[in-house]
């Protein structure tokens, strides 16, 4: 049986150090990183989403997200006004790897987006489900919660990890179960082509919940509310910008003057610690993952081992 191509996932909760443990393995074992977060796919979406403050270099003929003298894949390449999902990443995620390893460096593939991650680590074959007019605009007329339960109801197994707020999803889940007539396939519905070293940063959820607060005050400081504020100058519906959950929705709605600047900070926070709760959630399903409690040290170990075995 030939071997597997080796891949490194970094994954955990929001504000856990995934992006900087990612850079500092990558420096030391030849590697090049895949970023795996749904929203920092978007140009202009950067304070708000924790983007790495990289640049675009040409290299090899083409241009690339560079942070710390490594490459990045999969960020900061989209106009926040159009759609991507799950299977888009999954090709474009594979198309990075294999581009990595015909080099001879070692794929990283780190970030929050868990369903992202398992499509690619866990060979999940998701359908190939065209957008539908007709089916969006009827669902478009429903309430987050009446799409949420009729999700549950349809794909109980989705509905478990999906932003019950976030229509833009809402709609997408649906589209798929109601146009296949049936869930999405599990994620072991073919063997995963990758031999994949699973790292997980863990944290105290007190210690977690104050790096959220610290990471919050931080943004806030860097001009998170500017950002969002040109991002809706530059024609980014508020709808949209609510969509997008969390930073987005909650700044958008201080914007609109629907929420007091204390009000934001609060509600923000405690939305921010309820999704890191729900990431964990998703991790906790996945066996292989090997939970660092003392992140460079650890990972430094495992890698090395990963690699020369």
Excluded at 47 to 53: A, L, P
Excluded at 103 to 108: A, F, N, Q, S, V
Excluded at 147 to 169: C, E, H, S, T, V
Aim: aromatic letters at 10%.
């Amino acid at each position: 049986m030939p071997k597997k191509d080796k891949l490194l996932a970094i994954v955990g909760p929001t504000a856990s150090g995934k992006s900087e443990l990612a850079v500092s393995l990558a420096k030391k074992f030849n590697g090049e990183i895949i970023s795996a977060d749904s929203r920092q796919i978007y140009a202009g979406m950067d304070i708000g989403t924790g983007k790495v403050e990289g640049a675009w270099k040409k290299i090899r003929g083409r241009k690339i997200y560079v942070y710390k003298g490594i490459p990045h894949y999969c960020i900061d390449f989209l106009s926040p006004k159009k759609q991507f999902s799950a299977g888009l990443f999954q090709r474009q995620a594979q198309k990075a790897i294999d581009d990595i390893l015909e080099r001879g460096k070692l794929p990283i593939l780190c970030g929050g987006t868990g369903h992202w991650i398992d499509a690619v680590v866990l060979g999940q074959k998701l359908p190939e489900v065209k957008p539908n007019p007709a089916l969006r605009r009827k669902l478009e007329k429903l309430s987050p919660e009446k799409l949420f339960i009729r999700l549950q109801k349809l794909d109980p197994a989705r509905a478990k990890n999906i932003d019950r707020f976030n229509k833009r999803r809402l709609i997408r889940a649906l589209e798929i179960v109601m146009s296949t007539g049936q869930p999405v396939p599990a994620l072991n519905s073919k063997p995963s082509p990758y031999e994949c070293l699973w790292l997980g940063l863990l944290w105290p959820q007190e210690a977690l919940y104050k790096r959220i607060d610290s990471r919050l005050t931080e943004r806030l400081s860097q001009g998170m509310v500017k950002e969002i504020s040109q991002l809706h100058k530059q024609g980014l519906s508020w709808k949209k910008l609510f969509d997008f959950g969390l930073e987005y929705r909650y700044v958008g709605q201080y914007l609109q003057k629907k929420l007091t600047h204390d009000e934001m900070i609060e509600q923000l926070g405690y939305a921010i610690k309820h999704y890191a709760k729900r990431q964990m959630t998703w991790w906790k399903r996945n066996r292989n993952i090997q939970w660092l409690k003392t992140p460079f040290k650890q990972a430094d170990k495992l890698t090395k081992k990963f690699i020369l075995g």
